[in-house]
C-alpha cells in the first residue's frame, strides 16, 4: 500500500506502519472516493499510563452537517482545549489517583534521578518501580553521567562530575543512603567510563609547551582494584580529544598538526587505526560511532591552550576495529549528527543518542550498533529534545527518558509518560536503572 513519511520524505509502497528509512510513523492517504484533508505530520505515538477507550469509528455513521450540531461539537472542543491548557499541558498523563504504573510493574527495578540543590550539588532519589516508592538518596557534585558499574545487577553507581577548576571527576557509589558519600576515583580533563563501568579512563592534558607541544597523560583505574595503568605518557605536538577501549585494547582521537586520526595503543601493532576520523563513543561490545574530522574541527583551532578539549561529534558511521571501513548509519537518507551518546542497552547493541537529521532540531534517537542483521538496520526517532534530557535502559530493553520537564518510558517504539508518587520531586540530570540496592561494598 502507498505511504509516505513526512520526515525523511520517503514515499513507495510498505506493509508496516513506520517508515522503512528513519522509523517515523507513515502516513497513507484515503481512498480516493472519500474526500478527506490530509492530517499534518505525524509525531511519535504518545500514551498516558491508563490509556482511555478508543472512540467510535468514524464510519459508524454519517457526520453531521447541521449548524446547530457544529456548532455544540465546537464548543464541546474549545471546553476540552481550556481544560487541558488549564492543566498545563496538551500531553495526556496518568491520573494522579492512578496508583503504580502498569509499565513500572513490569519493569521492576530501580530509576536513579538526581535534582539540583544549588551550589554546584545535587541529590540523588530512586523510585522502587515495583512498590512505587521514592526515597531519599546522598547528596553528590552535580553529575554530567550516572553508569553501572560492571552490572546494573550489583546496584553500584559510578559519578561523572565538574570540578570548580573546570575538570572532571569520577566517583563511585556502593550505597545509596542519604548520608552515602562518593568515592574519589580521579580527575582529568576527559573521564570516560568503558568495559561496562568497570575502568575509568581518565585523560590529564597539561600546559601547551611552544607552538603546538604538550604532555599528555592517559591511565586507566580499574574499578574495585588498587594501582592505576598508564595507557599513554608521552609529548605530543597536538591533543587528546576522546579515549575508549576494547576487547583487543585502548584507542585514542589525536588532534595532529591539521588533521584528526584514531589510533591503537597498548596491543601488538597498534597504530594508526582509522585516519581522518575521530571517535565519538564506544559501546560495551566494542562498536564504535566514528565521524569524519571535517565534521568537528575547525577551521581555525582555538589559540586559548587551557580551552576545552574539542568534542567529537558529527555525521556518525559503525566502526568495528580491523572490520573494514565505517558503515552509515542512514545510507538511503539525510545523515543523522550524534551530539551526545546517552546509553547502550545491557547488549551493547541498540543506543540512545541525542542527534539532529537535516534542518531538524535536536531529538532523541535509538541507534542500532550491534553486529549487522542483529538488530533493526535504521536508526528510530523517539521524540523531540527540549530541556535537561537522560535516559538509561532496563534489563529488559526498555528505556526510560527525561526531556522537557517529563517522565517517559520507551517500549517498541511506543512512549508512556509516568507520574512520579505525590511529593516526590521531578527528575533534573542524569538517570540511572539498577535491579537492586547495592548490597556488598566495592
Not at 503504580?100 to 513490569?106: E, F, G, N
Not at 554530567?144 to 573546570?166: D, E, F, K, P
Not at 559503525?318 to 549528527?337: I, N
Not at 551526545?340 to 541525542?354: C, E, P, S
Request: some cysteine.
Amino acid at each position: 500500500m502507498s505511504a509516505t513519511c513526512f520526515r525523511c520524505d520517503w514515499e513507495g509502497e510498505a506493509s508496516g506502519s513506520v517508515c522503512p528509512r528513519c522509523g517515523a510513523p507513515l502516513y497513507r492517504p484515503a481512498p480516493s472516493d472519500k474526500k478527506h484533508r490530509p492530517p499534518p505530520p505525524p509525531t511519535p505515538v504518545i500514551e498516558p499510563a491508563e490509556a482511555a477507550a478508543a472512540p467510535p469509528s468514524p464510519e459508524a455513521r454519517p457526520a453531521p452537517s447541521s449548524p446547530r450540531t457544529i456548532l455544540l461539537i465546537a464548543g464541546a472542543v474549545f471546553a476540552i482545549v481550556a481544560f487541558l491548557l488549564a492543566r498545563g499541558s496538551l500531553d495526556p498523563g496518568p491520573p494522579p489517583d492512578a496508583g503504580p504504573s502498569p509499565v513500572a510493574l513490569q519493569t521492576g527495578g530501580r530509576l536513579i534521578y538526581t535534582v539540583p540543590v544549588g551550589d554546584g550539588m545535587a541529590r540523588m532519589w530512586r523510585w522502587n518501580l515495583a512498590t512505587d516508592e521514592v526515597s531519599k538518596g546522598p547528596l553528590v557534585r552535580a553529575p554530567i553521567t550516572l553508569v553501572n558499574v560492571r552490572s546494573a545487577s550489583h546496584g553500584w553507581l559510578g559519578v561523572t562530575s565538574h570540578m570548580r577548576s573546570g575538570a572532571q571527576q569520577a566517583s563511585l557509589l556502593d550505597s545509596l543512603a542519604p548520608g552515602a558519600a562518593a568515592e574519589w576515583v580521579g580527575s582529568g580533563d576527559i573521564v570516560t567510563w568503558t568495559r561496562r563501568g568497570g575502568t575509568v579512563l581518565l585523560v590529564d592534558r597539561g600546559p601547551l609547551l611552544g607552538r603546538c607541544r604538550r604532555d599528555v597523560d592517559v591511565t586507566a583505574v580499574q574499578v574495585g582494584q588498587p594501582g592505576v595503568e598508564t595507557v599513554l605518557h608521552d609529548t605530543i605536538c597536538g591533543d587528546v580529544l576522546s579515549v575508549g577501549r576494547t576487547s583487543v585494547g585502548y584507542f585514542l582521537t589525536v588532534l595532529g598538526r591539521d588533521d584528526v586520526n584514531v589510533v591503537g595503543t597498548g596491543y601488538e601493532d597498534a597504530g594508526l587505526l582509522l585516519a581522518h576520523h575521530g571517535v565519538i563513543d564506544v559501546s560495551p561490545g566494542g562498536q564504535m560511532l566514528v565521524t569524519p574530522a571535517t565534521e568537528f574541527l575547525p577551521e581555525q583551532l582555538s589559540s586559548d591552550p587551557d580551552a576545552p578539549p574539542l568534542r567529537v561529534s558529527g555525521e556518525a558511521s559503525r566502526y568495528r576495529m580491523f572490520g573494514g571501513r565505517p558503515v552509515d548509519l542512514l545510507a538511503d537518507a539525510a545523515p543523522l549528527r550524534i551530539e551526545k551518546v546517552l546509553a547502550y542497552t545491557d547488549g551493547g547493541t541498540r543506543a540512545m543518542v541525542i542527534g539532529r537529521q537535516g534542518l531538524d532540531g535536536a531529538a532523541l534517537w535509538e541507534v542500532p550498533i550491534g553486529i549487522p542483521g542483529s538488530e533493526p538496520a535504521l536508526p528510530r526517532y523517539v521524540t523531540q529534545a527540549r530541556g535537561s534530557t537522560a535516559a538509561t535502559y532496563a534489563n529488559d530493553g526498555t528505556a526510560f527518558i527525561v526531556t522537557d520537564d517529563r517522565l517517559w518510558h520507551l517500549r517498541e517504539n511506543r512512549l508512556t509518560a509516568l507520574e512520579l508518587p505525590d511529593g516526590a520531586p521531578d527528575p533534573d540530570g542524569p538517570i540511572a536503572w539498577i535491579v537492586r540496592e547495592p548490597v556488598t561494598e566495592l
